[in-house]
């Protein structure tokens, strides 16, 4: 059963990864790519563990959330809008239904009665703690869906993570203040002489704080993750990730509304355990949204699974080969280096088996990475010396290490005399073909 299960998945994926279906029309296209995005996704979401990493967000959530909305609710004073944070609670936990009023009422309360002179220096450093644990935790979230392995430098991370914490409750008072405005429509006709209620502003009014709303996702999808994140990809992701949240907020209350028996077996903690489900099922939205931006910003990588990112030696060795050849081609004729989506698109491979070549060879100095806005792989060495060999020889040596060395292997004589003819044999073939001859096609 799971080998005819497993049969039949690697046939799906074949057909919408590997030119399976051939649509004529655009919207055929169109339909094409946002069915690879969906299964792309989806298969992330099983094998990235956005469960467990949704569970662990919940639950840091939690713990940061006071914190996190004093915080806010400092900022927003600042802005003059004491009194808006009580409406965003109440908008925010509309999916639990009657009992979010009372729940948002508590938690509003709460916040508002943290006062710093009463913290102290200690409670306010740990109040700051809380936060930026919190934000490490989405950032390392986010991190590990766009495979990136390192985090922000401390000083970096503080800085990126206060421009967060300024920049989330403008968008809130903003939204809040838009939604408010509809609600006070005499107040505007009386002042501006404008109809709020009669008119198409009143729809204006509506849209917009869905609009801030999806921005604030995107700005988080730009902010958070340690690497360049375009604005585009960062839009739609903010945009489809806003109707998701939107969806799954109708579900959610459909789901409150028909769950009685929570009522039943909870009791009085029915509102937690509901509160704490919305939480997750909140976080699962945005790592989900998270994915969508970074397969939108690299398309090529949709078709390559998480456990999946071996090659084989040929395939790095032909690899190493044709991105010297692409490299070298672009900066004798362009004279500039190639990004690694170009090379990924020029190659038909994703872009992370790319990366991984493309790694080796910058670390083992035969290509460098400019430090430009959008940085180029441009070469290292000069190309019309450099063999063919050499770079080969260096990409089979790139993953050792000192204890695993070729010289420390113990072998036979015969052993080390089939290697060594093996590598001479690379030489006298390879050794007089340098990498400009491969870059300008001129190798006979």
Not at 192 to 209: R, T
Not at 212 to 232: C, E, G, H, K, S
Not at 359 to 387: M, R
Request: proline share 3%.
């Amino acid at each position: 059963m799971d080998l005819n299960l497993n049969k039949v998945s690697q046939n799906f994926f074949e057909k919408v990864f590997e030119g399976g279906l051939h649509p004529k029309s655009r919207a055929g296209l169109l339909s094409i790519r946002l069915l690879r995005l969906v299964v792309a996704v989806t298969r992330d979401m099983q094998e990235g563990n956005y469960a467990q990493r949704a569970a662990s967000l919940a639950y840091t959530t939690l713990l940061s959330f006071a914190p996190l909305l004093a915080i806010a609710f400092s900022v927003m004073k600042g802005f003059g809008a004491r009194d808006q944070l009580r409406p965003f609670l109440k908008s925010f936990l509309e999916p639990l239904g009657a009992q979010s009023a009372e729940l948002a009422d508590k938690i509003s309360g709460f916040v508002e009665n943290i006062s710093v002179g009463v913290l102290g220096a200690v409670g306010v450093a740990l109040l700051l703690y809380g936060t930026i644990s919190m934000m490490q935790k989405i950032e390392e979230a986010f991190n590990d869906i766009w495979r990136v392995p390192n985090t922000r430098a401390f000083m970096k991370r503080m800085q990126d993570y206060l421009g967060v914490l300024l920049i989330g409750p403008l968008f809130l008072f903003l939204s809040v203040a838009m939604t408010a405005a509809v609600r006070h429509a005499n107040v505007v006709y009386q002042w501006l002489h404008i109809d709020l209620v009669d008119s198409a502003m009143e729809q204006v009014f509506n849209v917009v704080p869905y609009f801030l709303f999806m921005l604030a996702f995107a700005a988080l999808y730009m902010v958070m993750p340690n690497t360049r994140v375009r604005w585009v990809p960062a839009l739609l992701a903010g945009f489809l990730t806003g109707i998701i949240w939107k969806v799954l907020g109708i579900m959610f209350g459909i789901f409150v509304t028909g769950s009685a028996s929570y009522a039943a077996i909870y009791s009085a903690f029915a509102a937690i355990v509901l509160f704490m489900i919305w939480i997750y099922a909140g976080w699962m939205t945005l790592l989900a949204g998270a994915a969508i931006c970074y397969y939108i910003q690299n398309p090529s990588n949709q078709a390559l699974s998480r456990r999946v990112r071996s090659l084989s030696l040929r395939v790095k060795e032909k690899l190493a080969l044709q991105i010297c050849a692409e490299i070298g081609q672009a900066f004798y004729k362009q004279g500039h280096g190639m990004t690694l989506q170009q090379l990924a698109l020029r190659l038909g491979i994703p872009a992370l088996s790319v990366d991984d070549v493309v790694e080796d060879l910058v670390t083992q100095g035969i290509l460098v990475l400019t430090g430009e806005d959008n940085p180029h792989y441009i070469p290292a060495v000069p190309f019309d010396t450099t063999s063919a060999a050499a770079v080969l020889e260096k990409i089979r040596a790139a993953d050792e290490i000192a204890m695993l060395q070729l010289v420390r292997i113990k072998a036979f004589p015969a052993v080390d005399a089939a290697v060594e003819n093996a590598n001479k044999a690379l030489e006298k073939a390879l050794g007089t073909t340098t990498l400009k001859q491969l870059s300008l096609g001129s190798v006979e």
